[in-house]
């Protein structure tokens, strides 16, 4: 029988929290082991209950970005998926920097967050489609076109430059290996490579690192 995904929910709004409590214990590969509803109570939940993932309120008391950096450093086992009710693009990014592995807002179905902590658990991250591509877009926002990538990225192969700025686009694995001529599977461990030399954790950091090097900012 397969291990159930141990999970502990952290809000300080009792009301959101129980519906995300009750939601969750629909799922029958999920079990909550603890709540709590500040920053303090986080951490020790995540010392003590050590859950697979750990939900955390981006604004909750002690707030959840200062939560999530110590629980990164202490509990690296422990991932943390954060909810809020606001799409602050520069609070994503930190969040992310500081080790949380996926960020929702609070308005998302209880399937889609079902569906986050699976992919989290699983040590991979999560930030809801539409607003990940917007994240990865608003860099370029009032810029001008990504100047001859050749040379920005010395730690890449040219085939790996060629992937990054296609996933800077905003493109799958699937559609990066139809614009190339390559398989998912080849694509995707070009993508994994990536991800090792940037030293970033997801396709959404990667995305960044592409637009900060090669986006020439207008005057």
């Given at each position: 029988m397969q291990r159930k995904i141990r999970v502990g929910v952290v809000d300080d709004h009792p009301l959101y929290r129980d519906g995300v409590i009750f939601a969750l214990e629909s799922e029958t590969d999920m079990e909550i082991?603890?709540?709590?509803?500040?920053?303090?109570?986080?951490y020790q939940i995540a010392v003590d209950q050590s859950p697979d993932v750990l939900l955390l309120d981006m604004n909750m008391p002690g707030g959840g970005i200062n939560a999530v950096a110590k629980i990164a450093l202490r509990c690296p086992s422990t991932k943390t998926l954060m909810l809020t009710v606001v799409d602050d693009e520069d609070e994503v990014r930190s969040a992310l920097r500081k080790g949380a592995r996926g960020y929702l807002l609070k308005g998302t179905s209880s399937s889609e967050l079902a569906s986050a902590i699976r992919i989290v658990s699983r040590g991979q991250s999560y930030v809801s489609p539409s607003f990940a591509a917007r994240l990865i877009m608003s860099r370029g926002a009032e810029e001008s076109e990504p100047r001859d990538a050749t040379g920005k990225f010395p730690e890449l192969s040219e085939r790996e430059v060629q992937i990054l700025l296609l996933i800077h686009r905003g493109l799958s694995n699937r559609l990066i290996g139809d614009e190339l001529g390559l398989t998912e599977k080849t694509v995707k461990g070009?993508?994994?490579?990536?991800?090792?030399?940037l030293h970033v954790r997801n396709r959404v950091e990667a995305a960044m690192i592409a637009a900060?090097?090669?986006?020439?900012r207008k005057q």
């Open positions: 082991v603890a709540q709590g509803e500040s920053a303090g109570d986080a070009y993508v994994t490579n990536i991800m090792v030399k900060e090097r090669t986006v020439v």
